[in-house]
Nanobody, 122 residues
Framework: VEVVESGGDSVQAGGSLRLSCTAS????????VAWFRQPPGKELEGVAA???????VYADSVKGRFTISKDTSKNTLDLQMDNLNPGDTGVYYC?????????????????WGQGTQVVVSS
């Protein structure tokens, strides 16, 4: 399974970006999927997930600013990020096929992309 993210860029605080993730050979609609990020010098953290039993869930730090969605016709997982701030800077990863456990723990996911860089300047 190949997972590919796109959409990362450099923006100023208050701006918006839309990230997209595609996965070959598996259907996004059939699994729990998520976005993670790794800020510079920090550990990987869960940003948002789309769960089969709960729908969209978010980290407290992005609630009200980020929106996760699936486009089943394109088989993509998207992350709309609005009102960005410098704390959102990092490499963003798409994680697919959650085996079990909570959505915000990275080891619970099987397939990962290579990441896309987001830089937010003040």
């Amino acid at each position: 399974v190949e997972v590919v993210e796109s959409g990362g860029d450099s923006v100023q605080a208050g701006g918006s970006l839309r990230l997209s993730c595609t996965a070959s050979t598996i259907s996004m609609s059939g699994f729990d999927v998520a976005w993670f990020r790794q800020p510079p010098g920090k550990e990987l953290e869960g940003v948002a997930a789309f769960l089969s039993d709960e729908g969209a869930v978010y980290a407290d730090s992005v609630k009200g600013r980020f929106t996760i969605s699936k486009d089943t016709s394109k088989n993509t997982l998207d992350l709309q990020m609005d009102n960005l701030n410098p704390g959102d800077t990092g490499v963003y990863y798409c994680a697919t096929v959650k085996k079990s456990g909570n959505w915000f723990t990275a080891v619970n996911y099987v397939y990962w992309g290579q990441g896309t860089q987001v830089v937010v300047s003040s």
